[in-house]
């Protein structure tokens, strides 16, 4: 846990930009909601710390088109003395109500804080207000009864338990990390800004069944860094993504950008991000995460001694890729000789020091340069395509040594049978596209402060020239967006930044 005050970065980015393929009805939708990270500061973060929150994340991995684009302005920074989470704002109920939700790729279910709540925080360290949604006060609301069709195949995936005496399909997940929550099922509805042809109109919405939580426990009473619930964006049925696919408000694929360098930011749409360098790998079927068949590591254009079965998808096994973790995590099997190589490779102008049991090099604030000192890593996959890592997507600077910058190795070993996780240090500055209508992932680096085009699929020239829109995304900060047409029947975002502090 990380001491000291909070420093929100409202910075919003990406809003009400896209149009869609017309449907038989005619005219296009899309979906805009605003993402908010937040991050402690004024005092080093340790490795240690890192480690703790992302085995806190960890723990919290649950097992279990024609339409429009949501889009996601992304804010956060990939400084190694920052940590932190992702966290939108949804808007829920009639009158909509609205909460700040994390960001997790690594379950399915949105659920938000209900009220009555037991053991539930009143006040958050991430310097927002935290809300409840009151199901008795939302007129559109609906419970979801045992007998529920619904209820039903989700007790078939432990994601839900039934009460005789309430008769409420409710739920109750409880974490590694000893921490945990429950509550009930609803279905109500969900709010977004909309594009329809060349108007925007707001409070547009469709109905979605989420989860109204009545009771925490463990870390999730802390009020450091209470949000008002988790949103899911994982694959199975109930995860907001199939829900809106399902229903044809969205695509079934969503692609981030997250910028590593200067003030951060980012792109998180649901969508396909399309630039002609992307790669495509296929992921491994019938999982409930972002698996990948990882066949080799290479550092320095030579592929390691390690045996692919380490990677393979199995039991707790397998390799995933996971926006909400912080480092990457690498088997045992593999993350000694990685470390070995590394080794090897190093420039003498490096020196290796062992700092708290991390492997660590001092580097001297002269060199500018860290592709000088350190080699390039590959990370191989099937499909014959690679992820080339700079030295910055698997180092962490952990501040000054006499002078000297200290960067640390930022792959966590894991003992096996383990999984190995590819975190924001490996994915910064890279688009990523998760198709699951296609069972793909693909990726390419690119600059995230720079437009990017998003796929509408209309097979015909059509745009919209919206000017400028100005969207509001908290009390200091907007985002202005331009629309402009692009002949491969993509959109071009044009994104100016505001950026607003907020201090605790």
């Known amino acids: 846990m990380v001491d000291g005050r909070f420093l929100v970065l409202a910075v919003a980015m990406v809003a009400a930009v896209f149009m869609l393929a017309e449907a038989a009805s005619g005219g296009g939708v899309k979906r805009v909601l605003t993402l908010e990270r937040a991050f402690p500061v004024d005092q080093k973060v340790e490795l240690a710390a890192l480690k703790a929150r992302d085995r806190a994340r960890h723990a919290r991995i649950l097992q279990s088109f024609a339409g429009g684009i ?55 360290g991430l310097g927002v207000e935290l809300n409840s949604f009151d199901a008795t006060s939302s007129s559109t609301v609906s419970s979801i009864s045992c007998a529920d069709n619904i209820c039903a195949s989700i007790v078939q995936t432990a994601s839900a338990e039934c009460s005789t005496q309430s008769n409420l399909c409710g739920y109750s997940f409880q974490y590694g990390d000893g921490s ?53 964006f994982g694959q199975q049925r109930l995860s907001v993504i199939s829900q809106l696919s ?74 995933i890729v996971d926006s909400g973790t912080t480092l990457a995590y690498l088997v045992e099997e593999a993350y000694d000789p990685f470390v070995g190589a590394l080794t090897a490779a190093v420039s003498q102008s490096a020196r290796p020091i062992v700092s708290k049991g991390n492997k660590c090099y001092l580097v001297s604030t002269s060199i500018h340069s860290m592709a000088q000192i350190f080699p390039p890593v590959s990370l191989n996959f099937a499909g014959g395509v690679s992820m ?66 998003v796929s509408i699929t209309s097979g015909k020239d059509e745009f919209v020239n919206a000017g400028q829109l100005s969207v509001g995304s908290g009390s200091s900060s907007s985002v202005h967006l331009k629309l402009i047409n692009k002949s491969n029947n993509a959109f071009l975002l044009h994104i100016l930044v505001v950026v607003g502090l907020l201090f605790l």
Not at 105 to 110: A, Y
Not at 187 to 199: A, C, E, K, N, P
């Open 388 to 453: 080339v890592l700079r030295p910055e997507d698997y180092l962490v600077r952990m501040g000054f040594v006499d002078g000297d910058a200290m960067w640390c190795i930022g792959f966590i070993k894991v003992q096996s049978p383990g999984t190995t996780i590819l975190g924001d240090l490996v994915l910064k500055d890279k688009i990523f596209v998760y198709d699951l209508a296609r069972q793909r992932l693909g990726w390419a680096d690119y600059d995230c402060s720079l437009s990017v085009n």
């Open 180 to 232: 945990g929550t429950a509550g009930f099922y609803v279905s109500d509805l969900l709010y977004f800004d909309t594009i329809l042809g060349t108007s925007l109109i707001a409070n547009s919405s469709a109905p979605i069944v989420f989860g109204c939580s009545t009771s925490m426990s463990g870390d999730l009473t802390k009020s450091d860094r209470a949000v008002d619930g988790i949103f899911g």
């Open 70 to 124: 949501v889009d996601f302005p992304v804010v956060g920074t990939s400084d190694p003395y920052l940590v932190g989470l992702y966290f939108t704002k949804v808007k829920l109920g009639s009158p909509p109500r609205e909460f700040n939700v994390q960001i997790d790729t690594g379950s399915d279910i949105l659920w938000v804080t209900c009220s009555p709540c037991n053991n539930c925080p009143q006040t958050s």
């Open 246 to 319: 399902s229903h044809g408000i969205t695509p079934k694929v969503f692609s981030h950008c997250l910028k590593g360098e200067g003030n951060g930011g980012g792109i998180l749409v649901l969508g396909e991000i399309l630039d002609p360098r992307i790669v495509y790998t296929p992921l491994v079927p019938s999982q409930p995460h972002y698996n990948l068949y990882l066949q080799s590591i290479a550092v320095n254009g030579q592929v390691l001694p390690i045996d692919p079965a380490v990677f393979t998808t199995s039991g707790n096994q397998g390799t």
